[in-house]
């Protein structure tokens, strides 16, 4: 099973950029699609991003499509989240996630996760 790694959380001040990083171990990340989520405070975790493991295929929640971009690089076993033009509502702590297989419309099946990285969106 695969191991992940948060990084890149931080304070940012409204309508700034952060770019969150997840680096993968133990497993065959290339077959992995991989997908970030986030929690905020009192409510539960909801879908953000997802990728395929070709990156070919993007997937976005209605509330970051336009402002976030997932990446990832194959050779570095990492998954990236650019997340520009941020917003108080964004404040959360932002897991990264993985799953065996290419489909990243259904985003209820991820298994493995990593610890999360505080993200807070303050003026």
């Known amino acids: 099973q695969v191991q992940l790694v948060e990084s890149g959380g931080g304070l940012v001040q409204p309508g700034g950029s952060l770019r969150l990083s997840c680096a993968a171990s133990g497993g065959a990340f290339g077959i992995y699609a991989m997908g970030w989520f986030r929690q905020a405070p009192g409510k539960e975790r909801e879908f953000a991003a997802a990728?395929?493991?070709?990156?070919?295929?993007?997937h976005y929640a209605s509330s970051v499509k336009g402002r976030f971009t997932i990446s990832r690089d194959n050779a570095k076993k990492t998954v990236y989240l650019q997340m520009n033009s941020l917003k108080p509502e964004d404040t959360a702590v932002y897991y990264c996630?993985?799953?065996?297989?290419?489909?990243?419309?259904?985003?209820?099946?991820?298994?493995?996760w990593g610890q999360g990285t505080q993200v807070t969106v303050s003026s």
């Open positions: 996630a993985a799953k065996p297989g290419d489909v990243v419309l259904v985003t209820n099946d991820f298994g493995s």
């Open positions: 990728i395929s493991w070709s990156g070919r295929t993007t």
